[in-house]
């Protein structure tokens, strides 16, 4: 999945950080993962040069091809989870983006937590709308991890 706007292919540039997938051994004892990679020069719009960066070393390759994964999107209107369940494939159509070994791809998508606090009281000056602001991230901050509901 690309990080760019619905419609829009991303350009990969130099320096730009992304996917490298594993090839994986044939017997199945290391399995085929994604690894992070820097973009070391770009060939064509889908195949550039990277520095893989694994846990025991570095791998550098001059021609690794694009691979968006080809998910299949299934009915818009089903209502399942699937980049959040278990499973790979729902009812609706949608198979789950599955990666070829020795291409790369961008990063997926994390959903970040960084939203701002906006706090607006009709009839509470500023100040006090900044006190409570600070009172609510203190509330969320000390309930964080516990797997508390807010509604």
Not at 52 to 79: I, K, S
Request: proline share 7%; net charge negative; with cysteine.
């Amino acid at each position: 999945m690309d990080l760019a706007a619905e419609g829009e292919r991303m350009i990969p540039t130099v320096g730009q950080t992304v996917h490298y997938v594993s090839h994986g051994t044939p017997g199945g004892e290391y399995k085929s993962e994604c690894r992070a990679a820097i973009i070391t020069e770009t060939n064509t719009s889908d195949t550039v040069g990277l520095c893989v960066l694994n846990p025991t070393g570095m791998l550098f390759n001059r021609t690794v091809t694009y691979h968006d994964g080809a998910e299949t999107p299934g009915d818009p209107a089903c209502e399942g989870l699937h980049a959040a369940g278990p499973l790979r494939y729902c009812a609706c159509g949608w198979i789950e983006a599955s990666y070829k070994g020795g291409t790369w791809h961008w990063p997926e998508r994390t959903p970040t937590r960084e939203h701002p606090i906006v706090v607006n009281i009709p009839g509470v000056s500023d100040a006090n709308h900044a006190d409570i602001g600070r009172q609510v991230v203190e509330a969320i901050k000390k309930y964080e991890g516990r797997g508390d509901n807010f509604a």
